[in-house]
T-cell receptor
Framework: GNSVTQMEGPVTLSEEAFLTINCTYTATGYPSLFWYVQYPGEGLQLLLKATKADDKGSNKGFEATYRKETTSFHLEKGSVQVSDSAVYFCALSDQGGGADGLTFGKGTHLIIQP | NAGVMQNPRHLVRRRGQEARLRCSPMKGHSHVYWYRQLPEEGLKFMVYLQKENIIDESGMPKERFSAEFPKEGPSILRIQQVVRGDSAAYFC???????????????FGEGSWLTVV
């Protein structure tokens, strides 16, 4: 079956540091890949996505590249801000016709200190 | 352009009571999904519905949980005889296209937090 593995948190960084949150996946077919962000007390917001190999998704200074050869979709940002503190979820959607919705990783709690 | 609307945002129920969570999808979306987020865990798929039909309920507990998406009105997730272990955040999501569609994007509501006391 499908699965998503992302690095355990919490990840604590200082403001303006470089961020990488690792995400690897296992899937049948050719999935679409997503990063969602959840701010405290709120729902999930789509941060970025990529639908095929070598696609790069980007938004709000975050980016992630769909790497089929390493089955990875690592999230990166060059200079984080305190306002980026949130929980980040990597997810995949199986395009093979499966109807089981998105498969999520367990989430990585990011804490940015001023 | 309203997003996915869920209510109530917070719900407290005593053990044995019923909980009903409502979800109105984004305008133009006919596919609805429910997910559950237990404390300190990621989201787990529960059920996928299209208007008046349950397409996949493989993530739904076998007892006490049911979902519907009537022709008119919001989708409802119903939990009967709640227990403490049902305490969680329940997220509804919707999409314009069905699962398996290339590039299909699922949009989430802000969640309903159920607390069973």
């Amino acid at each position: 079956g499908n699965s998503v593995t992302q690095m355990e948190g919490p990840v604590t960084l200082s403001e303006e540091a470089f961020l990488t949150i690792n995400c690897t996946y296992t899937a049948t077919g050719y999935p679409s890949l997503f990063w969602y962000v959840q701010y405290p007390g709120e729902g999930l917001q789509l941060l970025l996505k990529a639908t095929k190999a070598d696609d790069k998704g980007s938004n709000k200074g975050f980016e992630a590249t769909y790497r089929k050869e390493t089955t990875s979709f690592h999230l990166e940002k060059g200079s984080v801000q305190v306002s980026d503190s949130a929980v980040y979820f990597c997810a995949l959607s199986d395009q093979g016709g499966g109807a089981d919705g998105l498969t999520f990783g367990k989430g990585t709690h990011l804490i940015i200190q001023p | 352009n309203a997003g996915v609307m869920q209510n109530p945002r917070h719900l407290v129920r005593r053990r044995g009571q019923e909980a009903r969570l409502r979800c109105s999808p984004m305008k133009g979306h006919s596919h609805v999904y429910w997910y559950r987020q237990l404390p300190e865990e990621g989201l787990k798929f529960m059920v996928y519905l299209q208007k008046e039909n349950i397409i996949d309920e493989s993530g739904m507990p076998k007892e006490r949980f049911s979902a519907e998406f009537p022709k008119e009105g919001p989708s409802i997730l119903r939990i009967q005889q709640v227990v403490r272990g049902d305490s969680a955040a329940y997220f509804c999501a919707s999409s314009q296209y069905g699962q398996g569609s290339v590039g299909n994007t699922i949009y989430f509501g802000e969640g309903s937090w159920l607390t069973v006391v």
